[in-house]
Every structure is written in structure tokens, then in C-alpha cells.
């Protein structure tokens, strides 16, 4: 969670940890790695059990571990960009751009089952930011996205309504994830 929805005043850098370290090197933005349980809809384990992968295959977006099964979470029509997490209940929650419009996966608690929401920012990422055990109260998981020069991010505990502006930047955002220092990182390239 970022203290009151702001950046920190300085950068803060450190290496990302974890699964999502695999997603910044040489880039291919139609896969994804991510920390994840035992299974979908499972987390017994821990949120930290797997490596997670998520690419897109044809028109599909498939989930897949270790010990698990592939499985296909989305079917759509030219999806060029995904990046996906886990909520604390092991239910996959998917941002993506399909046709040249984002778009995000998560599950809706009021339906209940999974809502699809458009939105307008480019580069989505998605990211559970603290999966520790003893975290769980205050983990969120964050859309982060580029939308007229800045830095935006959505939360799900404000069920992804609510737009904060985070910094005015240039450039693409990569990915975000948890730095060794234990402070959420959004990586970005230049212009």
C-alpha cells in the first residue's frame, strides 16, 4: 500500500523481488510472472508458493505453475499487453489491451464473480502489493497505468473508482512490484 495514496518525495529505488523481477528484462508485454498459491481460488499456501506465468496464447490468456494445470482466465480478440496478480483469495485479477482499449479483470464481490472494466490509460500493470501472511489486513491490489503523462494507479479497496495521480513522467511503465526494501516499485523506460 503506498501511505496516503502518494509516492514517496525522493525515489526510493531498489531491485524488484520475487516473480515479477522476470518481468522487466527484454520485455514482451504479452507475458507476465507473478507470486502466486497452490492453486486458483487456493491459498492455503501462501501467496508466495509458485512462479506464476501468464502469456497470451491466440486469442486466450492462460495461467499456469508449476503444479498446476494450464488455465485459460480470458478469451478475447487482439490482446496486445497483459499483466496480471492474485487477490488474497487466489482469484486472478487481469489488466490487459484488447483492440487498443484497456481493460481490467477482477473479481466483483457485489455481482459476485468477475467484472470487466474499461479504462482509459495506457500500459496497465496490476499488482497485489504485500503478500505476506501478516500483511493480508492491508495488502491492495493496484492498477497502475500512463493517462495524459502521468503516473495514475487504482486500488481495489476503492473497487478500482477512484483515479490518483501519482507523478507527471514520460516514457512506459514496465511493471510494478515489491523492491527488496519493501516498498512497491514502478519500473519505467524513457520515451
Not at 525522493?10 to 492453486?39: C, H, K, L, M, W
Amino acid at each position: 500500500m503506498l501511505p496516503n495514496n502518494v509516492l514517496s518525495t525522493t525515489d526510493v529505488f531498489s531491485p524488484v523481488i520475487g516473480s515479477r523481477s522476470n518481468s522487466i528484462p527484454n520485455r514482451d508485454f504479452t507475458i507476465d510472472y507473478e507470486d502466486g498459491g497452490i492453486a486458483i481460488n487456493d491459498p492455503s499456501a501462501g501467496l508466495m508458493y509458485q512462479m506464476w506465468t501468464g502469456h497470451v496464447i491466440g486469442n486466450d490468456v492462460v495461467l499456469s505453475a508449476p503444479s498446476v494445470s494450464p488455465t485459460v482466465i480470458y478469451s478475447g480478440v487482439n490482446i496486445t499487453e497483459i499483466s496480471f496478480t492474485f487477490d488474497q483469495n487466489m482469484r486472478p485479477t487481469l489488466t490487459f489491451v484488447e483492440g487498443g482499449q484497456s481493460k481490467l479483470m477482477w473479481y466483483n464481490p457485489l455481482i459476485p464473480g468477475n467484472d470487466i472494466t474499461n479504462f482509459s490509460g495506457s500500459f496497465p500493470r496490476v499488482f497485489l502489493d504485500d503478500k505476506r501472511p501478516n500483511q493480508n489486513i492491508t495488502s491492495d491490489i493496484i492498477l497502475a497505468y500512463i493517462f495524459n503523462n502521468n503516473l495514475c494507479m487504482r486500488m481495489q479497496r476503492d473497487r478500482y473508482l477512484i483515479e490518483y495521480i501519482l507523478k507527471n513522467v514520460t516514457g512506459r511503465l514496465i511493471t510494478i512490484g515489491m523492491g527488496s526494501n519493501w516498498r512497491v516499485q514502478f519500473n519505467m523506460t524513457g520515451a
